[in-house]
């Protein structure tokens, strides 16, 4: 909230000041954030890029399988994966 100073001199005059701190409201607003059409976003993650020293929007998409592809992902995630698609994908080894 702003703060009000009210001076009262002795001529008629009186002096009136504001000081307002701006916060930002929005993503989009931070210098240090870059989320262009951010309406058309769904099912991104915001992460920082070092490189560009900014935060931006990536798909989760693309997070999931960067974190695939060096064949480390953490057990819990694994077991978890394991319990949702318990029967409901049908893999046929065939007959030996």
Same mark, same amino acid.
């Given at each position: 909230?702003?703060?009000?100073?009210?001076?009262?001199?002795?001529?008629?005059?009186?002096?009136?000041?504001?000081?307002?701190?701006?916060?930002?409201?929005?993503?989009?607003?931070?210098? *240090?954030?870059?989320?262009? #059409? @951010?309406? %058309? =976003?769904?099912?991104?993650?915001?992460?920082?890029?070092?490189?560009?020293?900014?935060?931006?929007?990536?798909?989760?998409?693309?997070?999931?399988?960067?974190?695939?592809?060096?064949?480390?992902?953490?057990?819990?995630?694994? *077991?978890?994966?394991?319990? #949702? @698609?318990? %029967? =409901?994908?049908?893999?046929?080894?065939?007959?030996?």
């Amino acid at each position: 909230m702003a703060d009000y100073r009210v001076t009262l001199d002795s001529t008629p005059e009186y002096t009136v000041t504001q000081e307002k701190v701006v916060v930002a409201e929005f993503l989009s607003q931070l210098s *240090d954030v870059n989320v262009p #059409d @951010l309406e %058309n =976003k769904g099912n991104h993650v915001l992460i920082y890029n070092a490189a560009a020293q900014k935060y931006e929007l990536v798909p989760a998409d693309s997070i999931l399988s960067a974190a695939a592809s060096d064949n480390i992902l953490p057990d819990d995630f694994i *077991d978890q994966l394991d319990q #949702d @698609l318990d %029967n =409901k994908i049908d893999f046929d080894g065939g007959s030996f």
